[in-house]
């Protein structure tokens, strides 16, 4: 079974993102943003590498991989079966520039 890790930033874009969530569409809007995460998270343990590669960060030493979340969000992470961990980078916007994904991750 894999640990995941969450890096700070990538945890701060989902809190602000449920916060944002119960503030503009309700409670339970939000509910469904924690129980996607939980599932997602309950595969990556079980998993790793089930999700496929994040095709536009192909081109990277690792492998980035991206799990949808509430249609619109990918939370980009990576696995290190040596260690036996997942790293959650990013919580990304399907909607912006994929540029922006690119830049975000190095």
Do not use: C
């Amino acid at each position: 079974m894999a640990k995941v890790i969450w890096n700070k930033r990538a945890e701060l874009l989902f809190y602000e993102h449920i916060v944002y969530a119960q503030n503009v569409f309700g409670i339970t809007t939000a509910l469904r943003w924690i129980n996607q995460r939980s599932k997602i998270i309950a595969r990556l343990r079980n998993y790793p590498e089930s999700y496929s590669p994040e095709k536009l960060l192909k081109n990277r030493k690792r492998t980035y991989r991206a799990a949808i979340i509430m249609k619109n969000f990918k939370l980009i992470y990576a696995y290190f079966p040596t260690s036996g961990t997942v790293h959650i980078v990013d919580l990304w916007d399907m909607r912006m520039n994929p540029a922006s994904l690119r830049k975000r991750i190095r």
